[in-house]
């Protein structure tokens, strides 16, 4: 048994459970096993050749059934044991895994269910498991299975309530996205509201000032072109006056002495239509000037009006992109609603999944076969 692999009680081993079993030549005697039997004890005594390697078992309940029976200390005491041992006893390693060692061995038919298991180790035989070891360790096995079970579970319920936290979180968050949204709906039809009254409102005043303009521009005009028609008539009189002063100095020269007060009177009509037709032209001037800053005045209501124009189409498209944001705005709370009600799908189930794995994280009672 030298060499025996470490092992740790904290994992489930047949090392820990395995138990000494005296083992026998398969020349012994049966009433050399008969001693052995009642000197130690043991539910079994192993068969083993020279190199300790296993030949068979011979198990106590029917070793003595069978020298109890009639005739039979004259028929086995006195020969070798291995006319009366189980030549295919179940046999594992020290090694195996301890679940596959209880399945076979409770699997086995009901004569040799209580038998015990032989444990070898490097092709020797080592010790035996009773059917109190092997139900020992299926429990020991159960244990810890419920424990990994449970463990699992309650690390899932973790996971799960973890979710939900998260879910509430994203709950709140689409809760308050959605407030949010409704605000911004609101703001929106507001902006669009007063948006709608200021383009109207802008675009009478903007009609309401050019029909002004045009109808002072025009009749501005109108009063240029009287006046213009004054400054005509003007000038054709300062012409005609210019006319008949120098008629007047004619006749005044041909009257000689006579005719010299007549002569003042006719030079004092010249000057004046002199001076007539300096301011005659003047006007004309003026009116040429006015009439120049009255087409810039046009040129520039033009400029105004495609100025105008633009500011309006300027506030149609921010309306335009206004209702837009609008119909982002509803699409988006809607999105949000969805979104929410989707959360609150996953918070509710998860609370469901909590609940069942906190009820199978409960122990269970198992019983096991006697």
Same mark, same amino acid.
């Given at each position: 048994m030298n060499g025996v692999p470490a092992h740790n009680d904290q994992s489930p081993s047949l090392y820990t459970?395995?138990? $000494?079993?005296?083992?026998? @030549?398969?020349s012994a005697t049966g009433l050399h096993v008969r001693d052995l039997f009642e000197m130690t004890g043991a539910e079994a005594i192993v068969i083993c050749d020279a190199e300790q390697r296993v030949l068979g078992i011979i198990v106590k309940r029917l070793f003595f059934q069978m020298i109890g029976s009639r005739f039979g200390p004259e028929l086995y005491l006195g020969r070798p044991i291995s006319i009366l041992m189980d030549t295919?006893?179940?046999?594992?390693?020290?090694?195996?895994?301890?679940?596959?060692?209880?399945?076979?061995?409770?699997? /086995?038919?009901?004569?040799t269910f209580y038998d015990p298991v032989v444990v070898t180790y490097d092709n020797q035989y080592y010790g035996i498991l009773t059917i109190r070891d092997?139900?020992? +360790?299926?429990?020991?096995?159960? *244990?810890e299975l419920e424990q990994t079970r449970i463990q699992t579970l309650l690390q899932a319920k973790e996971m799960v309530e973890h979710v939900q936290a998260l879910a509430?979180?994203?709950?709140?968050?689409?809760?308050?996205?959605?407030?949010?949204?409704? *605000? +911004?709906? /609101?703001?929106?039809?507001?902006? $669009?509201? &007063?948006?709608?009254?200021? =383009?109207?409102?802008?675009?009478?005043?903007?009609? /309401?000032?050019?029909?002004?303009?045009? $109808?002072?521009?025009?009749?501005?005009?109108? /009063?240029?072109?009287? &006046?213009? %028609?004054?400054?005509?008539?003007?000038?054709?009189?300062?012409?005609?006056?210019q006319l008949l002063t120098l008629n007047a100095q004619i006749e005044a020269a041909r009257a000689g002495t006579?005719? %010299?007060?007549?002569?003042? #009177?006719?030079?004092?009509?010249? %000057?004046?239509?002199?001076?007539?037709?300096?301011?005659?032209?003047? =006007?004309?001037?003026?009116?040429?000037q006015i009439i120049s800053y009255i087409? @810039?005045?046009?040129?520039?209501?033009?400029? +105004? $009006?495609?100025?105008?124009?633009?500011? #309006?189409?300027?506030?149609?498209?921010?309306?335009?992109?206004? @209702?837009?944001?609008?119909?982002?705005?509803?699409?988006?709370?809607?999105?949000?609603a969805r979104m929410s009600?989707?959360?609150?799908q996953v918070h509710d189930e998860s609370k469901r999944v909590s609940e069942s794995i906190q009820l199978a994280a409960l122990p269970s009672q198992v019983i096991h076969p006697l």
């Open positions: 459970y395995v138990q $000494q079993a005296p083992y026998v @030549s398969p295919h006893p179940l046999i594992v390693f020290l090694d195996a895994d301890p679940t596959d060692v209880i399945d076979i061995a409770l699997s /086995r038919p009901i004569d092997l139900l020992a +360790m299926s429990q020991r096995a159960h *244990r509430t979180q994203a709950i709140n968050v689409a809760e308050e996205s959605q407030t949010e949204s409704q *605000r +911004m709906t /609101r703001v929106t039809e507001i902006a $669009q509201d &007063i948006l709608d009254k200021h =383009v109207q409102t802008i675009l009478t005043q903007f009609e /309401r000032a050019a029909t002004q303009q045009d $109808q002072a521009i025009k009749q501005l005009a109108s /009063r240029i072109d009287s &006046i213009e %028609r004054i400054a005509d008539i003007i000038s054709e009189f300062a012409g005609e006056s006579y005719g %010299r007060g007549f002569a003042v #009177v006719a030079a004092e009509i010249g %000057r004046l239509s002199k001076n007539i037709a300096q301011q005659a032209h003047k =006007v004309s001037d003026t009116l040429h087409e @810039s005045i046009v040129s520039f209501h033009e400029d +105004m $009006q495609q100025v105008s124009q633009r500011t #309006v189409d300027a506030i149609q498209e921010a309306k335009s992109v206004l @209702s837009n944001l609008f119909t982002s705005v509803e699409l988006q709370r809607g999105n949000v009600a989707h959360i609150h």
